[in-house]
């Protein structure tokens, strides 16, 4: 069988979208939340990964990079979907096996990515 397990994170950040028609084009911001799904073998101790490690990780990745900021100092064009992509490159990056990536731009507005394997 395969585990997961899966953390929830938050930050706020503004961001402008200059190619939309709407008001997304004008500077605002959001209370972005994500789930990170991490998918594994359990190891010695009973556990795909500790939530401490996941969160301290996921933390200094992700949210200290991104919490209260302008994201467009990041992104040409920072959408949701590039968004989640980047955050779910960082990760990898860090070492994590990312088999699930959910970020809420919105309370009812989410991008999901899921690993190919
Ligand atoms: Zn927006």
Redesign the pocket.
């Known amino acids: 069988m395969r585990t997961r397990v899966t953390r929830s994170f938050a930050f706020e950040a503004a961001?402008e979208?200059p190619w939309h028609p709407g008001k997304?084009k004008r500077l605002?911001g959001?209370n972005y939340r994500f789930e990170v799904t991490v998918e594994g073998p359990l190891d010695e101790r009973g556990v795909v990964i500790d939530f401490d490690d996941l969160k301290r990780m996921v933390e200094t990745e992700v949210v200290d990079r991104y919490d209260h900021r302008y994201l467009n100092d990041f992104f040409d064009n920072p959408t949701a979907e590039l968004l989640a992509q980047d955050v779910w490159k960082r990760l990898e990056a860090a070492g994590l096996r990312v088999a699930r990536l959910r970020l809420w731009?919105t309370s009812d507005s989410s991008v999901e990515l899921l690993a190919d394997r």
């Open positions: 961001h979208l997304c605002h959001h731009e």
